[in-house]
Every structure is written in C-alpha cells, then in structure tokens.
C-alpha cells in the first residue's frame, strides 16, 4: 500500500452529488431567522473567495490565487469537504472495501481516528480479526511519535472515561468492537439528519466523540447518500458557534446555520459535476464558519493561525 498519487475524478470517488445538485425546500420557522447583515455579508464574501480560488488553482493558474493577504498566508479548509487531500486519499483507499460496507466503515473510523495517511500507510487496515489488529496495534506503537495527526485527535481523558489507557487502544482495540454496531446506526438511517444519526452512534459507540462520528457519518454518506441528508440539522461545534451568535444572538445555533444554507447567493462560484452546481449543505455552512471565525480572529489578531504551505 502506498499514498495514492493519483486520485479518481471526483464523479467516481464519491456517489452522493446528485441527491444536492436540487436545492432543497427551505420552509418554517429553522430557515426564517434575522441575520446580522455585515456579519453575514462578510461570511458569503469570505465562502465565495475561498471556493473562487479553488478554481483558479486548479484551473492551473499560478499562485497567488488571491490579493487577500490573511487567506494568501494562513491555511483553510476547502469549502466542499469532498475536495480535502485527505478525505480524497482515504476515500481512494478504501474503495477495495466497498463490498463490505461493515469493514469499510471500521476502517473509514480508523483513518479519521488516527488522521495521518503515513501512518495508515506502514500499518495497514483493520479486519475483523483479533490478531490481525493486535499486529496493527503493535506497529503503529512501533512508529516515532507523532503518529497521529492532530486535526481529529481527542483529550486523552476521554481514554481513560472509556476503560483505556490511551488513544491507541481506542484505534485498535475499541473500534473494532463497536464497528459493526455502529454501521448498523448508519444503515438503518433514511434520509435522516447528520445530528439525530450522531446522537445515536453516541450510543453505540460508547463514547462522546460526537465531532469524530459526524465526520464519519458524513463520509459515509458520500458513497451511501440514501441514509442521510446533509441539508438537513447538522452538529454545530464550538469553532461555529459564537459566529452562529454573532449573526444571530438569541436564535438557536442550528436555526441561524439552516437559515444561512437556505440564503445561499445567486452568484457563488459551485463546485460543477456533470454539468450541474453542487449547493452547500448545512455541514458545509458549520465548516465555513469555523473558518470565516478563524479568518475574523486571524485578521483582528486573536487567535491561532496555521501558515499556508502548499502540497507538493
């Protein structure tokens, strides 16, 4: 096994564009939410810079793709998940397990868990077997720290809440166990929101990585989009929430994200498959506002930044 160089288009890696390439009927009370206007122009100004350079790079054009000094020099997230390197990478892997949805959901778990494509790449994958993991286990205490990347890493003492003495025997000895159990919640969705599904695989997970789980149910959504709706309630975290009260300060957080999915503007720059736009759904909206946060705080000096360097 080895880092894939070269990634299948996106109409092959991933099987859910259809189901929000139709915008879907925004009506009620979740969708009618006053928002602060300068706040929420600013918020689309900083969405449609970001996706606008995404095209300019990969229309092949050279850097810099934009005069906006803070997004030239501090690293964001694309606005589509679906175009992250590392979600493309591990979507690309595990496409040999599409015949075993089981399995691949327990390994979609461990790369999400240990989020680092090098590490994956000495140890291997996880299987249904107690030994093979074991070997998994011992390989990956083999590597010289840092093992694990740190974007989905969790506080060591939620190890220790589940029985464990560290991060590593949640990788290699609890998600095997609780794989099956937890792909079963995903399977028995229909068309169901991302934060009612998490909720459930709280419980079958017997743990609260409730930011983990939705990561997985979400990519798990993009190869089966049947058992989920990503425009519909999706987990608002703290990197979103003060923006959700800046735009809106005594609205529920998950009403002003709805509302905002359901005003996207007429002009933003979509993703484009087959010929038709890919809208944004409220996991996109959450994502782009702990970003537009982290640009806000950035640009205002306060808060932490991570420097731009592009992948070679």
């Given amino acids: 096994m080895s880092i894939p160089t070269a990634i299948p288009s996106l109409e092959v890696l991933y099987h859910h564009w259809p189901k929000y390439q139709e915008f879907p009927e925004c009506k009620g009370k979740d969708f009618e939410v006053a928002l602060d206007t300068s706040t929420e122009e600013g918020f689309w100004d900083f969405m449609k810079e970001r996706m606008n350079i995404w095209h300019r790079r990969n229309s092949g054009l050279p850097a810099p793709w934009t005069e906006d000094e803070v997004i030239q020099k501090y690293r964001f997230t694309n606005i589509y998940r679906e175009l992250d390197w590392q979600t493309q990478v591990w979507h690309t892997w595990l496409k040999q397990f599409e015949y075993n949805f089981d399995l691949w959901f327990m390994n979609m778990l461990h790369c999400r868990l240990v989020c680092k494509p090098d590490t994956i790449d000495k140890v291997g994958f996880l299987a249904f077997s107690d030994q093979l993991n074991e070997t998994r286990h011992q390989a990956f205490l083999d ?106 300060k005594k609205a529920k957080v998950r009403q002003v994200a709805l509302t905002l999915m359901s005003k996207q503007p007429s002009d933003f720059p979509y993703l484009i498959i087959n010929g038709r736009p890919v809208f944004l759904t409220t996991a996109a909206i959450e994502q782009g506002l702990c970003e537009y946060r982290k640009y806000k705080n950035i640009k205002f000096d306060n808060g932490r930044s991570r420097p731009f360097t592009p992948r070679k």
């Fill in 143 to 248: 590597l010289p720290s840092p093992r694990s990347g740190s974007s989905y890493n969790f506080a060591q003492y939620e190890s220790m809440l589940m029985g464990y003495e560290g991060r590593h025997d949640v990788y290699y000895v609890h998600v095997p166990k609780v794989a099956k159990a937890c792909a079963r919640v995903f399977k028995s969705g229909a068309d169901s929101s991302i934060h009612d599904m998490t909720e459930d695989m709280v419980i079958a997970f017997e743990g609260r990585m409730r930011f983990i789980l939705a990561e997985v149910i979400m990519d798990s959504g993009y190869q089966k989009p049947q058992h989920v709706n990503e425009f519909k309630m999706f987990p608002i975290g703290p990197g979103a929430s003060p923006m959700c009260k800046e735009l809106n």
